[in-house]
């Protein structure tokens, strides 16, 4: 392992002090003169037709400045989703009908939060209540309430916007199916008949809320010059402002989102909410700031929360252990709309297949629209449905086979330089070793089967490092100031994952500073140039990479400057410590600061500015009618990610088998992201996805009755505790990943993946029944113990 | 309908017109301007907008302006003198115990009612102090360790 | 909680806001204001409830200026005296309480988060009246009483007939709760709290019971037994066939069964998303199982 600097150590964060004193501000903190708060009305009904809307009264409240309904706002469409295939199904007011509980009807803007929710309250909108359909295999039915009409695109879609020359189609939810994906490795029939043993199980995954601490809402502000102010509550600019623009049909170079902290997102904030584009909409209308921000109920009720799964896992496994084929049928539980479906389905193929070498898939899946809360993102997309289905099933292939279920994982993983079936490259990986010390630090060996009332269990997961998605790549900016130090401009989004100190730790390492000589301007869009977010973990990889090659390009500029200054031949120049120097003879050297001075006075005014970009995958592109290995979801075709995350985890827990209460004893994430950047980070996120997977599997779950969501508060929707959180070994294996920046790749969402099967194995091990739903509950496990001897 | 109310916080008076309906974290936030503490639930099971009573951690969305008067209010703002941070503050950011800094406010002033109440707290009875106070992005350990640490130096 | 009709807003709605300086004034206010106010006490129940629109009163009536109506006193004669306002920190925390009636300490302990401690007082928790309060069954244990005061005058009734159903207490128009007294229990008097909570460790009940035990002068037989059980009927209540089964005898194992297994039948649980009435009854069992015994192996 290379020694570095600043790279690999564990630099406290740089906005640590702003957090600890209060005087961080995020977007609820922000407030503009002449104000104006927004609040929505919402749909009472899960499928309604919309016969009438009188705003007179509301309108007429004093202090009240505007109300808006779809009528103001018109048919525009937006989606996490929207191409040629699957155009946008959804709009922020409601038009002809709504769909879900809480569906956004009409929106108002008053001098006080009072008045708005008293118009609130005096807008009067008359219902047509229509059948509704809550449950996807009845929606799929014949017969069943169709939620969509024919979906008939009014504008070009996104990625026809982005350069991909197919014309968008009307879309038809047959069946109310809102789109579906299917992939195929190998012969799966084939690789059956080739087995010795078979399973086939079905595995339930509820949804979950994010639970970010700061709730969902914006700040827009529209002035007389025609630009858009926005402050929000996000995860990456690029895909708001191109939405913002888009909806509100105004140029996207006149949005500008300012930086804001962001407290949490966990992948709840990636794309355009109706709120947003209401607040901006709303200025626009009454020319003066509008703030929207959700309460908690509202955001637990009416915000996506993660997708629900169906999953039919069927596995075909030789004696020795070795899987030969797998066939998986994914029902996804969409809601009222499509969101993020399409990405997941697939995902829940592609995360994984760099994990096991299975010779045979068949990968099937379908997401169907139902009168619900619409689902969508959350930390590891579909990797957590899939991880808990097919992770629980080699464990129960693993006891029939009588092989211990480390050692079936061992023999089915793939090894580094593996070529995966799409063309993705595994230039690094680190999964064997992450298992191996997983078992170790957990005491597998000595423990697995041998305590009563106490269970072991194991999981993996893996994760892209970016995927080619809008924007598709990153850039940064990076200039020289006159005391010699750095300002870094990256458009990375801080929501608590420590980008600005990752990428400061960057930008020294490469330029041979300190962490204090990197002032980071980050998360503006005027500001700092594209950026690709920080979902589907492209931050440290590609922004990452960016902005080292922007420190590199600068570090070029003061190089050739100091050869000429020193008269030196620039290879025999170092660059270190706010200095530049000549090999042989340290003390002819030059400081950076000179070099300041020396680019304006003798080359012209030259200020050096360093430029740096990467796009996620190389090999990737479209242009002109032409596809360049660009992935075709549907059908995993095309190259995917350059780099995967990949994370074992290890779960001890003990069952109370009079109460059903689990007390976790031990979780070990054993994690593999390439070269830590900065530990301390490395461990607060691996420690972070422990916990919340306990969250995931002991008890989270949106109760949806009828429609309604039952648990909207955080009393009745609970999350882990301080006195929840067990003891927890973060293990970072770091296989270094030749195309990142310093070999650096994912952290943030892989180990969710695996923690949750491992604690469900380790349940289901100290119960000897199993259990195929989450979360598992005491009721459930009462049960499961109950099957078991009965 | 607007109650004139003197409030004292971090040890400076405040005089301010408010409705009898208005919680004190609203009155803290939008008519003091002080921001620290954060509104994440409004119903007093996340303790974002925690603040000290008297040097009680209490939480703030669950008190009525009205009923504040007369009483020592301290916000995250009084926790560091001039830029002089807080021996716990610091050791928060040297353990990794702030990731987004939403809920770091709330820890940071239970942590602080803590240890002025009892100077040496165990592992436990440290989890039991913050037990109310929610955080989604640290799974608690390090800021646990945090406090650990700054109770084992004095 | 159910949702609000109005977006979901969480914010407070309005009321005037009333002071009163004596309990005279403010049960005169109450009955005025009948049926269109609420007394305020911590109001972490209060005012969650009004957030979501459950109840919306025009008027609120602050009680803490009233003098004495907070404060643990104990003598021998009155036993244990807690004024309603007596926050439950406070009840947690107290050496007085800690000393002769650990049970209480518990109780008050196992109670939400230290911050809703801070301010939640015992009066709130009885008035409230929610089935799984956390305070009630182990006062109901201790044969406590509940003072009330009215603009007629002052009466008592125990703790166990003051709730009369989920968030209905046994206070009239123009009433107030007052102090909550407890009598000294017997000499050879064990009592433990056990609570599951729901899902997290601070979290409601979705089942507790209490066990208040007292031995005979030769510390074999049980001579009196209080088995009372929140959260699984629409008040907490007295298992009273459990009780009977055990008193008089000297507890084994077979017969802590039994007793167990008679708690839970007499348990009347509704489901919700907390837990199942069949789980509920499951757990009455195991916890009035448990309960029985550590009460029997406690040091006196």
Known sequence: MQQYSVVGKSIPRVDGSLKATGEAKFTVDIALPGMLYGKILRSPYPHAKILSIDTSKAEA?????????????????????????????????????????????????????????????????????????????????????????????????????????????????????????????GDAEQGFKESDHIRQDRFVIPTTSHIALEPHGALASFDSAGKLNVWLSHMGYEHKRYWLAKTLGIPISKVRVNKTYVGGAFGGKISLFPYEFLAAFLSKKTGRPVKIILSRSEVLSTCHTSRRFTVDVKTGVKRDGTIMAQHIKIIDDAG????????????????????????NVRHEGVGVYTNKL??????????????????????????????????LRLKNLRKKGDILPNGDRLDSYGLPECLRLAAESSGWKQKWGKQPNRGMGIGTGGMFSGGHNYPFGSAAFIKLNPDGRFTLFTGQTEFGGGVDTVMAQIAAEELGLTIDDIVVVSGDSELCPYDIGNWLSGGVYVSGQAVRRAAADAKQQLLAYAAEALETKIDQLEINNGRIYAEADPDKAVSLSDMYKYGIQMRGGDPILGKGYTKAVQDVGFWGGSFKGTAALSQGRGRFTDAYGLAAAIAEVEVDKETGKVKVLHIVVADDCGTDINPLNVEGQLESQAAMAIGDVLFEEVVIEEGRVINPTLGDYKIPGALDIPKLTTISVQDYEPKGPFGAKEVGETARGAVIPAIANAICNAIGGRIYSLPMTPDKILKAMKDERG | MKQLIQLTVNGEPHEVRVEPWKTLLEVIRDDIGLTGPKEACSTGECSACTVLLNGKPVNSCLVLAVEAQGKEISTIEGLSQSNQLHPLQDAFIRHGAIQCGFCTPGMLLSAKALLDENPQPTEEEIREAISGNLCRCTGYNKIVEAILEVAQSQ | MAIPKLGYLLKLPKFDHLEAKTIEEACSLLAKYKG????????????????????????????????????????????????????????????????????????????????????????????NAAPSADMPPSLIGLEAKAKIKGLTGERAVTVEQFFLGPGVSALKAGEILTEVQVPNPPPHTRGVYLKLPARTAIDIAVVGVAVVVTLDTKGVNIADAKIVLGAVASTPIRARQAEDIIKGKALDDELIQKAAQAAADEAKPISDVRGSASYRKEMVKVLTNRALKQATTQEG
């Not at chain 1, 009222?336 to 010779?359: E, G, K």
Request: net charge negative; proline share 7%; aromatic share 6%.
């Open chain 1, 61 to 185: 409240l004093p202090g009240v400045k505007a109300v808006i309904t779809g009528k103001d706002t018109g048919e525009v469409r937006f989606s996490f989703i929207d191409t040629p295939r699957y155009p946008a199904d959804q709009c922020p007011l409601a038009i002809d009908k709504v769909r879900f509980i809480g569906e956004e009807v009409a929106a108002v803007a008053a001098i006080s939060e009072d008045s708005a929710q008293e118009a609130l309250g005096l807008i009067e909108v008359e219902y047509e209540e229509l059948p509704a359909v809550f449950d996807p295999e009845e929606a799929m039915k014949d017969g069943a309430p169709r939620i969509h009409d024919r979906i008939v695109p009014t504008t070009t879609t996104a990625w026809e916007d982005f350069g991909v020359t197919r014309e968008a189609r009307p879309y038809d939810a047959v069946n109310n199916i809102s789109n579906q994906v299917s992939i195929t490795v």
């Open chain 3, 36 to 127: 269109k106010a609420r007394v305020i006490a911590g109001g972490t129940d209060l005012l969650v409830s009004m957030k979501g629109r459950e109840i919306s009163p025009q008027y609120i009536i602050n009680i803490k200026a009233i003098p004495n109506l907070d404060g643990i006193n104990y003598s021998r004669k009155d036993g244990l005296v807690i004024g309603a306002m007596t926050t439950l920190a406070a009840i947690e925390s107290s050496p007085i309480i800690g000393e002769g009636f650990p049970i209480l300490s518990s109780a008050a302990h196992q109670t939400g988060s230290p911050h809703i401690r801070n301010i939640g007082t015992i009066g709130g928790n009885l008035c």
């Open chain 1, 336 to 359: 009222a709309y499509r969101s993020s479906s399409p990405t997941a389905l697939y995902l829940a193929h592609v995360f994984r297949h760099a994990i096991y070498n299975i010779p």
């Open chain 1, 374 to 407: 619409f689902t969508g993102p959350k930390r590891g997309h579909s990797l957590q449905q899939i991880s808990f289905a097919v992770e629980s099933q080699l464990d129960m292939i693993a006891e029939e086979l009588g092989i211990d279920p480390l050692e």
